[in-house]
């Protein structure tokens, strides 16, 4: 039997607000334990609730920016349920009446296709606190910094046929917020964190199967690792006479596999009702158009724009507009050269390979988008090669100033003079008279083979200084004569 997928992703952006979304405790990620929960995080008696209103803009933004219609009049509501981490009992989200209603996100997949998924809601909500397990023998620790902390959390529509799409989109998502600068985006400290529902069924059949949901998975690799197995979980179990339990699951990737956390609660488990702490939320017409004029490019338009204004190819246009950092690097890069497609290999080939290596950000480069600039420069005015840029480049980023200190300090500027190369080449060409003879008395494509060994030859003759160009010309005709 053939299957289909179908997967949906509910993904939780933490915002960067500076406060959590009812109180004034402070949400810096990494301070003591317990330090940043105040009595309103707990809903101790006595205290009430006030709304961040920076978290209702930042939802508002991310509204706009897909297209989604944005409730005017919404509500909190508590959502019940008991765990460790939560001790209030109840957590204030949203339900029937969600901040951000049918949006959608067009998202780029591997084969250059563009396709349109649906949002079919966003809503404000808080964290909860966190369980620790590793320091404690035999105990769990909690920490409840993290509690109040303000979450948008996004659902897609479940339309999405396999794991590469799934992390296509989960990425245009991430992508999305930090364009916004409504979330920092970074996986590692829990600032985005997707849970993944996951069915399978008879190709062809429009009724959905069953689904699970992986609670929690914060890397793009585990996303698709985790779909993947329990894509194959879900098919084995079934064609072995078995059925899918509505279910949450762990994703374990140590071991690659997804178990089995609780049994998957239904909205009415959650009992949920309107917070009597909270007023009805109001946005007024005028200020989500102010909001609608202050929305940045967005990787979309960015995207497109960097195809069309620069005519780069549509992998070189997604790559440089993958995060606002690189774009605006990229940018800033092509004004200093005036040659895009120079900027765009030197950001996505020597720059992109130097920062995986010491595993920094763009926004940590030790060499600067002008200072790049600056040395493509030197190329295109034939100052330096290719080979000896790389030189160059990797001076740089060592901080010993920028590429015109450089080439000077160093002697790297290229020999463009013809008489120079004319005489470097006949020294060459000397010292393998044997080679030459071989040459000359071989056919069209013995000789192309051995044309790349003189070329060899009078690059380190020259050190790498003589222009590669004028060597080919130069030594193509003497070899010929």
């Given at each position: 039997?053939?299957?289909?997928?179908?997967?949906?992703?509910?993904?939780?952006?933490?915002?960067?607000?500076?406060?959590?979304?009812?109180?004034?405790?402070?949400?810096?990620?990494?301070?003591?334990?317990?330090?940043?929960?105040?009595?309103?995080?707990?809903?101790?008696?006595?205290?009430?609730?006030?709304?961040?209103?920076?978290?209702?803009?930042?939802?508002?933004?991310?509204?706009?920016?897909?297209?989604?219609?944005?409730?005017?009049?919404?509500?909190?509501?508590?959502?019940?349920?008991?765990?460790?981490?939560?001790?209030?009992?109840?957590?204030?989200?949203?339900?029937?009446?969600?901040?951000?209603?049918?949006?959608?996100?067009?998202?780029?997949?591997?084969?250059?296709?563009?396709?349109?998924?649906?949002?079919?809601?966003?809503?404000?909500?808080?964290?909860?606190?966190?369980?620790?397990?590793?320091?404690?023998?035999?105990?769990?620790?909690?920490?409840?910094?993290?509690?109040?902390?303000?979450?948008?959390?996004?659902?897609?529509?479940?339309?999405?046929?396999?794991?590469?799409?799934?992390?296509?989109?989960?990425?245009?998502?991430?992508?999305?917020?930090?364009?916004?600068?409504?979330?920092?985006?970074?996986?590692?400290?829990?600032?985005?964190?997707?849970?993944?529902?996951?069915?399978?069924?008879?190709?062809?059949?429009?009724?959905l199967g069953t689904r699970t949901e992986i609670k929690n998975v914060n890397s793009f690799r585990f996303i698709e690792r985790a779909i993947n197995h329990e894509i194959q979980r879900q098919i084995e179990l079934i064609e072995d006479g078995g059925t899918v339990d509505q279910e949450t699951r762990l994703y374990d990737p140590n071991k690659d596999e997804t178990r089995s956390m609780r049994s998957k609660e239904e909205a009415n488990d959650y009992r949920y009702f309107?917070?009597?702490?909270?007023?009805?939320?109001?946005?007024?017409?005028?200020?989500?158009?102010?909001?609608?004029?202050?929305?940045?490019?967005?990787?979309?338009?960015?995207?497109?724009?960097?195809?069309?204004?620069?005519?780069?190819?549509?992998?070189?246009?997604?790559?440089?507009?993958?995060?606002?950092?690189?774009?605006?690097?990229?940018?800033?890069?092509?004004?200093?050269?005036?040659?895009?497609?120079?900027?765009?290999?030197?950001?996505?080939?020597?720059?992109?390979?130097?920062?995986?290596?010491?595993?920094?950000?763009?926004?940590?480069?030790?060499?600067?988008?002008?200072?790049?600039?600056?040395?493509?420069?030197?190329?295109?005015?034939?100052?330096?090669?290719?080979?000896?840029?790389?030189?160059?480049?990797?001076?740089?980023?060592?901080?010993?100033?920028?590429?015109?200190?450089?080439?000077?300090?160093?002697?790297?500027?290229?020999?463009?003079?013809?008489?120079?190369?004319?005489?470097?080449?006949?020294?060459?060409?000397?010292?393998?008279?044997?080679?030459?003879?071989?040459?000359?008395?071989?056919?069209?494509?013995?000789?192309?083979?051995?044309?790349?060994?003189?070329?060899?030859q009078a690059m380190r003759a020259s050190k790498g200084k003589a222009n590669p160009q004028q060597v080919n010309q130069l030594l193509k005709s003497k070899l010929e004569q």
């Amino acid at each position: 039997m053939q299957w289909e997928t179908v997967i949906g992703l509910e993904i939780h952006a933490q915002l960067a607000t500076n406060t959590k979304i009812f109180s004034g405790s402070d949400t810096t990620f990494g301070a003591e334990p317990n330090t940043q929960a105040s009595l309103i995080d707990l809903a101790m008696p006595g205290t009430l609730p006030v709304l961040n209103q920076e978290a209702v803009r930042m939802a508002c933004m991310f509204g706009l920016a897909v297209d989604a219609h944005i409730a005017e009049h919404n509500i909190f509501a508590r959502k019940n349920y008991f765990y460790p981490d939560l001790p209030k009992g109840y957590q204030t989200s949203q339900m029937d009446d969600p901040i951000v209603g049918l949006g959608h996100l067009d998202i780029a997949l591997e084969d250059g296709s563009i396709k349109r998924v649906n949002i079919t809601r966003a809503h404000l909500e808080e964290d909860a606190g966190k369980s620790l397990h590793e320091d404690f023998s035999g105990m769990t620790g909690i920490d409840l910094n993290r509690a109040g902390t303000p979450l948008l959390e996004i659902v897609s529509e479940p339309e999405l046929s396999n794991a590469k799409e799934a992390v296509a989109y989960a990425r245009a998502i991430h992508t999305l917020v930090r364009y916004l600068n409504i979330c920092d985006g970074n996986m590692a400290e829990g600032s985005f964190r997707c849970d993944c529902n996951v069915s399978v069924r008879p190709k062809g059949q429009t009724e959905l199967g069953t689904r699970t949901e992986i609670k929690n998975v914060n890397s793009f690799r585990f996303i698709e690792r985790a779909i993947n197995h329990e894509i194959q979980r879900q098919i084995e179990l079934i064609e072995d006479g078995g059925t899918v339990d509505q279910e949450t699951r762990l994703y374990d990737p140590n071991k690659d596999e997804t178990r089995s956390m609780r049994s998957k609660e239904e909205a009415n488990d959650y009992r949920y009702f309107p917070c009597p702490d909270l007023l009805p939320v109001h946005i007024p017409r005028d200020m989500l158009e102010e909001l609608r004029a202050q929305l940045p490019e967005l990787p979309t338009q960015k995207r497109e724009r960097f195809a069309s204004e620069f005519g780069l190819s549509s992998y070189d246009a997604s790559v440089l507009s993958a995060s606002r950092e690189l774009a605006d690097y990229f940018e800033t890069v092509e004004q200093v050269c005036k040659d895009a497609k120079l900027a765009a290999n030197w950001v996505m080939g020597d720059l992109s390979a130097l920062l995986n290596k010491d595993n920094l950000d763009v926004s940590q480069s030790p060499v600067s988008a002008e200072q790049l600039g600056g040395m493509l420069l030197r190329i295109k005015d034939n100052t330096i090669s290719g080979n000896i840029a790389k030189k160059v480049f990797e001076a740089m980023a060592q901080g010993a100033g920028d590429a015109d200190q450089i080439i000077e300090q160093q002697g790297l500027k290229q020999v463009t003079d013809s008489g120079a190369i004319e005489a470097l080449l006949d020294e060459v060409l000397a010292a393998n008279a044997e080679q030459v003879e071989q040459y000359r008395a071989s056919d069209e494509n013995k000789r192309g083979k051995m044309f790349g060994f003189f070329v060899g030859q009078a690059m380190r003759a020259s050190k790498g200084k003589a222009n590669p160009q004028q060597v080919n010309q130069l030594l193509k005709s003497k070899l010929e004569q």
